[in-house]
């Protein structure tokens, strides 16, 4: 084992975010097809807060959890660095080139370990933070594109469209040739609406279920609303996609059994979203954010030794795009 230390945030129980505990840890070493990066900025999502704090306790049974404790006790997934060493069977990266992907788990530390099938080189036209911000969009593209079959030309209808996931899946959705309807809060119309939303429908002020609209595509990001009123939406052979499992683990499993039991008896296809990160859709956003049709939407920069205030603000629920951990300053 290596001597050489690196600095972390360590959870050894669930909690909320005060149970990190900022340590000096030792520095791990890749193996195999293992690449080490030298962290420079974490994404910090919804979906880490739920991995520290173990609730709806269905994120226990995930490859992040533990049933009693936490099996990784480094939390932190989206990150973006450079290129520390690599394992004998890695191909695709060597030490020194810029990256940004999707970690297991420990991208709250100055090192991680990630595969190397989850990381693609950094867009060249974004900075470290931006990128870090970047790998939460592989499941606005998963969910569009493979499992709600998006088409070109399509009406779409985004709930939730200023969050973290929200702001990604907009301009992925556009990117793809839909017509964009999305809904917000009063104070993101403006911000919706610029990242190329066609309409934008303040939830404050009107209910996106009247005046007679109906879609190909329903994508929600925040679990805000009942399935049976987005089926009042749908097309009658619409789909509908949710990438949000809900405030416990057995309102997730009604969910999931509802949307199954409901495919089965009508022309609507209904699907709970689970990401699977690949390579490939780093590679395809890489080509997106290059290209300007998409770019990270980030609303606040937290200091390394911050990130236990960065997940509270997650954990609100009410951020305006993405928040990042700046680990090299």
Not at 116 to 124: I, N, V, Y
Not at 131 to 157: E, F, I, S
Not at 201 to 226: C, H, M, N, P, Q
Not at 307 to 315: D, I, Q, S, W, Y
């Amino acid at each position: 084992m290596t001597t050489t230390n690196m600095r972390a945030f360590v959870r050894r129980r669930y909690g909320t975010p005060e149970v990190l505990t900022f340590e000096t840890l030792e520095r791990p070493v890749p193996v195999g097809d293992e690449v080490l990066v030298r962290v420079h900025a974490a994404g910090v999502s919804i979906g880490d807060h739920l991995v520290v704090t173990g609730k709806p306790y269905v994120v226990r049974l995930s490859p992040h959890g533990g049933l009693l404790r936490p099996r990784r006790p480094v939390p932190g997934m989206a990150l973006a660095g450079r290129v520390e060493a690599v394992g004998e069977k890695v191909t695709t990266v060597r030490p020194g080139d810029e990256v940004f992907g999707d970690a297991p788990a420990g991208a709250f530390a100055e090192y991680a370990i990630v595969p190397a099938g989850r990381l693609a080189p950094k867009p060249s036209n974004l900075s470290f933070e931006e990128a870090a911000a970047t790998p939460w969009a592989v499941t606005p593209l998963q969910a569009l594109r493979d499992a709600g079959a998006l088409r070109a030309g399509q009406k779409v209808l985004i709930n939730g469209a200023s969050g973290g996931v929200g702001t990604w899946a907009v301009q992925i959705a556009k990117a793809f040739g839909a017509e964009v309807t999305a809904v917000c809060s009063a104070r993101n119309v403006e911000m919706v609406r610029a990242l190329g939303a066609d309409a934008v429908v303040d939830y404050t002020k009107e209910d996106f279920v009247g005046g007679g609209r109906r879609f190909d595509l329903a994508f929600d990001a925040i679990g805000s609303r009942s399935l049976s009123d987005f089926r009042k939406v749908l097309q009658p052979s619409g789909s509908f996609v949710s990438c949000s499992g809900g405030s416990s683990s057995w309102r997730w499993l009604l969910g999931l059994a509802e949307m199954s039991l409901t495919s089965l008896f009508t022309g609507q296809k209904l699907k709970a979203f689970i990401v699977s990160p690949r390579r490939a859709d780093l590679l395809s956003l890489k080509a997106l954010v290059e290209a300007g049709k998409a770019k990270p939407v980030i609303e606040r920069r937290y200091a390394f030794r911050d990130a236990p205030a960065a997940l509270r603000h997650v954990g609100e629920r009410h951020t305006r795009g993405q928040v990042v951990i700046q680990v090299v300053a």
